[in-house]
């Protein structure tokens, strides 16, 4: 099973500024990397597949990129609903898995 | 639009069963695999199972693998998951997800989720 590791756990940033989510896979997935929101209450929300590559009506703020092992979200000029849970999963083999997530908050 | 609706959730005993539903709506169901997600609660997600568009094409997680069966019906739009001999550690949102696109193994539409708690 290739693990998936997030970091931070938690990220502390002002509105307006940027956040750089971190993603790491124990074994190379190559780009087969995805990116979701998860805001409470909602299921989750495609950003990002192929590692680098947005989803349908994702705004261009968000940007990713990385292949291999190591993965980033960037996220530019923070709006007050980006501050919610980001997940990775890797789309290369099975068992899918998913990192523990990373929570934006407000500084 | 794409629609997914989960239902079936509820409290069950430890040893006991559930099925979940999760019907389809806005897309060509027969088309796409379907994948379970479930959240634990304050946990992240973890990928349960798939069911392929053939409807035998069938993978599961360790965790539930032997317990867990998911099946679908074309001429309804839905898939199911019919989970036995539940533990408290099954407690979750259970998601049920579709697949991008053939091989593409990521999701971009969810339903809202169904909850299942397995309480004494």
């Known amino acids: 099973e290739i693990v998936m590791t997030q970091s931070p756990p938690i990220l502390s940033v002002s509105p307006g500024e940027s956040a750089t989510l971190s993603c790491r896979a124990s074994q190379s997935i190559s780009s087969k990397l995805a990116w979701y929101q998860l805001k409470r209450g909602q299921p989750p929300r495609l950003l990002i597949f192929g590692a680098s590559t947005r989803a349908t009506g994702i705004p261009a703020r968000f940007s990713a990129s990385g292949s291999g092992t190591e993965f980033t979200l960037t996220i530019s000029s923070l709006q007050p609903e980006d501050f919610v849970v980001y997940f990775c999963q890797q789309h290369y083999n099975w068992p899918l898995t998913f990192g523990g997530g990373t929570k934006v908050e407000i500084k | 639009q794409v629609q997914l609706v989960e239902s079936g959730g509820g409290v069950v005993q430890p040893g006991g069963s559930l099925r979940l539903s999760c019907a389809a709506s806005?897309?060509?169901?027969?088309?796409?695999?379907m994948h379970w997600v479930r959240q634990r609660p304050g946990k992240g997600l973890e990928w349960v199972a798939v069911i392929g568009t053939d409807g035998l094409t069938r993978y599961y997680a360790d965790s539930v693998r032997g317990r867990f069966t998911t099946s679908r019906d074309h001429s309804k739009n839905t898939v199911y998951l019919q989970m036995s001999s539940l533990r408290p550690d099954d407690t979750a949102l259970y998601y049920c997800?579709?697949?991008?696109?053939?091989?593409?193994?990521?999701?971009?539409?969810w339903g809202q989720g169904a909850l299942v708690t397995v309480s004494p």
């Open positions: 806005g897309f060509t169901f027969s088309s796409y695999s």
């Open positions: 997800a579709k697949e991008f696109d053939h091989d593409k193994w990521f999701f971009d539409y």
